[in-house]
T-cell receptor, first 113, second 113 residues
Framework: EPEVTQTPSHQVTQMGQEVILRCVPISNHLYFYWYRQILGQKVEFLVSFYNNEISEKSEIFDDQFSVERPDGSNFTLKIRSTKLEDSAMYFC???????????FGPGTRLLVL | GNSVTQMEGPVTLSEEAFLTINCTYTATGYPSLFWYVQYPGEGLQLLLKATKADDKGSNKGFEATYRKETTSFHLEKGSVQVSDSAVYFCALSPYSSASKIIFGSGTRLSIRP
């Protein structure tokens, strides 16, 4: 069964450093998402991406964040200058059509020191 | 606005007990409703969903019915197993293109042998 994959599974970085989290959505999916889950808290929407542009973003998704689909398979989340409060589990998700189910990847646990 | 409220955990039950996890929602229009499950150390998996009023979603012995009149989507299982120990998230997706998912805070379920 096709699945969403994410790399790396864990990343540790120093405050102020740039990180890029990578996702490979399911191949025929058209809508892509990033969510995050701070430890012990609820899963929060960050951004949705369709047709090579951001379709919606949350208040969390400020100028430090950016997303890109650099080729036909990868979908990346870049944090330009990490802060301590960016430490969280980051989930990528994708879906095929407008009313289809979103499928989530296993997540990348980011720790900012 | 759109939001999801679910019962706080942790919930601890004995094997073969009956499970109910309450979930209510606030939404404009007619959202789709979901239960996602997160097993220890893993990502989010879709457990079941319902897309319109009175629909019943079911999977792996779990059920939830979309109740528009009470804006609820309670999760039930007749006889839980140790392997059901996980965090359960109630969620909704507003009826619009490229919709995000809005999650509840999650309920941790532990099943004793």
């Amino acid at each position: 069964e096709p699945e969403v994959t994410q790399t790396p599974s864990h990343q540790v970085t120093q405050m102020g450093q740039e990180v890029i989290l990578r996702c490979v959505p399911i191949s025929n999916h058209l809508y892509f998402y990033w969510y995050r889950q701070i430890l012990g808290q609820k899963v929060e929407f960050l951004v949705s991406f369709y047709n090579n542009e951001i379709s919606e973003k949350s208040e969390i998704f400020d100028d430090q964040f950016s997303v890109e689909r650099p080729d036909g398979s990868n979908f990346t989340l870049k944090i330009r200058s990490t802060k301590l409060e960016d430490s969280a589990m980051y989930f990528c998700a994708s879906r095929q059509g407008e009313q289809e189910t979103q499928y989530f990847g296993p997540g990348t646990r980011l720790l900012v020191l | 606005g759109n939001s999801v409220t679910q019962m706080e955990g942790p919930v601890t039950l004995s094997e073969e007990a009956f499970l109910t996890i309450n979930c209510t929602y606030t939404a404009t229009g007619y959202p789709s409703l979901f239960w996602y499950v997160q097993y220890p150390g893993e990502g989010l998996q879709l457990l079941l969903k319902a897309t319109k009023a009175d629909d019943k979603g079911s999977n792996k012995g779990f059920e939830a019915t979309y109740r528009k009149e009470t804006t609820s989507f309670h999760l039930e299982k007749g006889s839980v197993q140790v392997s059901d120990s996980a965090v359960y998230f109630c969620a909704l997706s507003p009826y619009s293109s490229a919709s995000k998912i809005i999650f509840g805070s999650g309920t941790r379920l532990s099943i004793r042998p």
